[in-house]
């Protein structure tokens, strides 16, 4: 199994945290996450790519915290890992974006990012409300990351991934705006994407 950064971060909160019990902790999560991977083997190539980097690591570390902790605490540091991996990307964007005019680029980007990698085949389901002219506006009316937290009985925990894109894409650059109001990991119908060139 390769190392993702949930899983990377997992260890070292149960490194510093529990050190008596490191061994048993690490031990749960890969058994946990193993068995996580081989329920969902069927799944699409595109899935598989959420579900490995993200959805299952998550579910997996989240589980085997509440071992040994409150669940709300196990939410709030799985929240923190996923968090710090956001403020990461929010920085690297930030700085790409000093490119003049680079700005511009970024609503199509998100266009193709959507069609390739958010699409049916992912298990998401888009509806393009506005695809052009700078601005790229969607409603996600189905996603894997929702569907599947809740089918293992822990839906609030893909309000991290939701937390996620609004600090990745919240103010990357005076000429951009990112909003969205509702979101299927909040208990809404759907997620309300835009990203636009002001």
């Known amino acids: 199994m390769k ?17 008596a019990r490191a061994k048993e902790l690490n031990t749960a999560f890969d058994i946990r996450l193993s068995a996580l991977l081989a329920e969902n083997a069927g799944a699409s190539k595109e899935k598989q790519y959420h579900l490995k980097r993200q959805i299952l690591p998550g579910i997996s570390a989240y ?26 990307s929010h920085k690297q964007l930030a700085a790409l974006l000093h490119i003049p005019g680079l700005y511009r680029l970024v609503p199509g980007v998100f266009v193709k990012s959507t069609r390739s990698v958010f699409g ?54 005076p000429k951009l705006i ?3 109001s509702m979101t299927l990991g909040r208990g809404n119908d759907r997620c309300d994407f835009c990203m636009k060139v002001r």
């Not at 190392?3 to 050190?19: I, Q």
């Not at 040994?68 to 956001?86: C, D, F, R």
């Not at 393009?128 to 839906?155: F, I, S």
Request: net charge negative.
């Open 63 to 88: 589980e085997t915290l509440q071992r040994v902790m409150p669940k709300e605490e196990a939410l709030q540091t799985v929240h923190g890992y996923v968090e710090h991996l956001a403020r990461t």
């Open 178 to 180: 990112w909003e969205r």
């Open 120 to 173: 049916p085949a992912a298990g998401f389901a888009p509806k393009e409300l506005q695809t052009g002219n700078g601005v790229w506006r969607v409603d996600m009316m189905k996603c894997p990351y929702h569907d599947t937290c809740a089918e293992y009985g822990c839906p609030e925990l893909c309000r991290c991934f939701c937390d996620s894109d609004d600090i990745s894409y919240t103010g990357l650059h």
């Open 3 to 19: 190392e993702t950064y949930l899983s990377r971060d997992f260890r070292e909160t149960v490194a510093l945290r529990f050190p």
